[in-house]
């Protein structure tokens, strides 16, 4: 399975100067066919990572009253965020001197800029302060159980909600997906190998989550007048998955891994071609090794499974043929899998808390790890991430979206507001630690032709180099439409989050906590 997504046409590639055709031929090395080549280096310098000992960060600070105005922030510490989601934690030290291991003191007047950040010259500085914690940042829908309404917290719903059911069924350790998997009258039936039917589920992207059911009854246990409304909707569909939480977790795991060229060509193919050519580029250096960032390449993979796995819990999951598990098929051979409601849930509790949140945790930690120690090493990867993950934040809104319309709830654009502020915040924090380690400036104000230029930002490889000048050409004609379409309020527009990236003397847009019109 190739990975790699198209590259512009032909006929634009012969229009193209002899400088951009070089560049170009840098953009289709980013593919797995020439990820096995070796990177070769410029020998840009390292830019000096600042000490805490040094003896600026002393001078920064007034004579006095700086400890006890430090102090005063910290008692001030709060969350905000989404009821039930990640949320992002406001922090006592802004994201300049978070990165720039500076003491951050408030200013004395109450402004929105603390003291350090008032004396720096570069354009980052006229911003008020961010305060988020990029590790703590919402990117995905937390979803809930169908009973509880409450965040996933367990494998099986009867263990939060049918103890007595529960310790009939699972035992003490309760360490099986669900109903049925140990015999009686529930386990028979037609079947293969113990009565294990299999089928597969799909979201319609050319691959499929292959799995084993059992039937069970829930009137050998309890009877069902004992339950309430939406426990015998839960039980309606008598299957649930077989095996324990761990052969579950694999095969969500294995399936993520091995869907990744899918999902990225089905969500991007028909999308905006820098957003083609951005994941194009992490798709070859996560797929290329080098000794000198085997690191930086495991990450970018870590990242694009993540990307992945956020898009298995927007929806559409349908089973297909041969076996329906005694559901009846549409006309189209497919039966969506709320029909099947317990199995539902085994998948999507599964998904969010053994895979999505795993993922998440590790990419936010490694790369606040990455912006925090040496930026300018890992500038590079940094810069596809932040932009896949800025991408992850346009679809979670588009599928807010399209949920909206095919509910028909209102006039509201997104039912769900809590999310959309959870997600702007993220954007944010996102976008005040990149620009604040590109100190200011944009991929149009380097000069990528001089390492000199170079250098103040990153260290790259020439290969990188070349598929950034490239990326120059393609965003200086577009730069205004970016920084028009962030004054707007069409925040599922394809380029709304990404296209910040790329605008000069950035700051946050502004963005109502009230649903914009769903007329947008």
Known sequence: MSEALPPPSQSQSQSQSPQAQSRQQSVNQ?????????????????????????????????????????????????????????????????????????????????????QRCQRQA??????????????????????????????????????????????????????HLGLGLSGGRGGGGRGGRGGLLPFKLTQGFGTYLHLEAQRFDVNDIISTEQLTPSEQDLYSHPYSIAGDYLTLKKACEDFVR?????????KTSSGDALTQNMFKAAIGYAANKTSRNDKDHEFLRTVLNFWTAARTIEGGWRLEG??????????????????????DYQFSSVMVQHVLFPLRDSVLKQLNS???????????????????????????????????????????????????????????????????????????????ERAESVKRIARISEIEANFLKYLVGVVEKRVDEFANLAKTDDYHADLWFTGQMFVRDWKPPYVSDVSPSCQG
């Open 370 to 448: 990455m912006i925090l120690s040496k930026a300018a090493n890992h500038w590079f990867v940094i810069f596809l991430s932040t932009f896949i993950l800025l991408h992850t934040c346009t679809l979670l809104l588009q599928q807010q979206r399209d949920f909206t319309r095919r509910r028909g709830t209102g006039k509201e654009r997104y039912s769900n507001m809590k999310l959309v502020t959870s997600i702007h915040e993220a954007a944010k924090t996102l976008l005040a630690f990149f620009h604040q380690i590109c100190k200011g400036k944009t991929l149009l104000d380097v000069d990528w």
């Open 30 to 114: 980013y593919s797995p066919q020439a990820a096995q080549q070796q990177q070769p280096e410029l020998t840009y310098e390292i830019i000096p990572h600042p000490r805490r000992n040094d003896t600026t960060a002393a001078r920064a600070l007034p004579e006095a009253g700086s400890r006890s105005q430090a102090a005063g922030v910290r008692k001030h510490q709060r969350r905000v965020g989404s009821k039930g989601g990640n949320q992002g934690k406001h922090q006592q030290t802004c994201v300049a001197c978070k990165i720039a291991h500076k003491m951050c003191v408030p200013a004395a007047n109450g402004a929105m800029i603390c």
């Open 322 to 343: 041969p076996e329906f598990l005694g559901l009846v098929p549409d006309e189209n051979g497919q039966v969506p899998l709320r029909k099947a409601p317990y199995i």
């Open 258 to 266: 091995d869907s990744k060229g899918h999902y990225i060509a089905a």
């Open 122 to 175: 570069y354009s980052m500085s006229r911003l008020g302060c961010v305060y988020f914690s990029i590790v703590d940042i919402t990117l995905f829908r937390t979803m809930t159980d169908p009973i509880s309404h409450k965040a996933y917290t367990s494998l099986t719903i009867s263990q939060q909600l049918c103890g007595r059911v529960e310790r009939r069924l699972l035992g003490p350790a309760g360490s």
